[in-house]
């Protein structure tokens, strides 16, 4: 099992930036698939985005060319860079682990197996 901590959440402006974190402990971190969701308020969750173990990335198109997703495999972190951001994009923010095994692979789509207790991203107009 993984246990995963989100941190870097706040308050800010539109057209700002953040920075979350999430980082991994419990099992050998390079051998999962890791994601970034949201949730806003009276909404369902969606996928923001994917990082395989090799560190490719997928995006929802609603991010691609703000948001960046990577991870250091030796810190057993992921990260999202968030730029320009709007207030849309204002929403619980967690991250989530799927385990794939060693081979590098695409990321992953699918259901995730283990999930961060969340992180509030708000961003004002």
């Known amino acids: 099992q993984v246990q995963l901590v989100e941190s870097g959440g706040g308050l800010v402006q539109a057209g700002g930036s953040l920075r979350l974190s999430c980082t991994a402990s419990?099992?050998?971190?390079?051998?999962?698939?890791m994601g970034w969701f949201r949730q806003a308020p009276g909404k369902e969750r969606e996928f923001v985005a994917a990082?395989?173990?090799?560190?490719?990335?997928y995006y929802a198109d609603s991010v691609k060319g703000r948001f960046t997703i990577s991870r250091d495999n030796a810190k057993n972190t992921m990260y999202l860079q968030m730029n320009s951001l709007k207030p849309e994009d204002t929403a619980v923010y967690y991250c989530?682990?799927?385990?794939?095994?060693?081979?590098?692979?695409?990321?992953?789509?699918?259901?995730?197996?283990?999930w961060g207790q969340g992180t509030q991203v708000t961003v004002s107009t």
């Open positions: 990082i395989s173990q090799c560190s490719s990335t």
């Open positions: 419990g099992r050998t971190f390079s051998n999962y698939a």
């Open positions: 989530a682990a799927r385990y794939i095994g060693s081979l590098c692979n695409t990321p992953f789509t699918g259901e995730y197996d283990y």
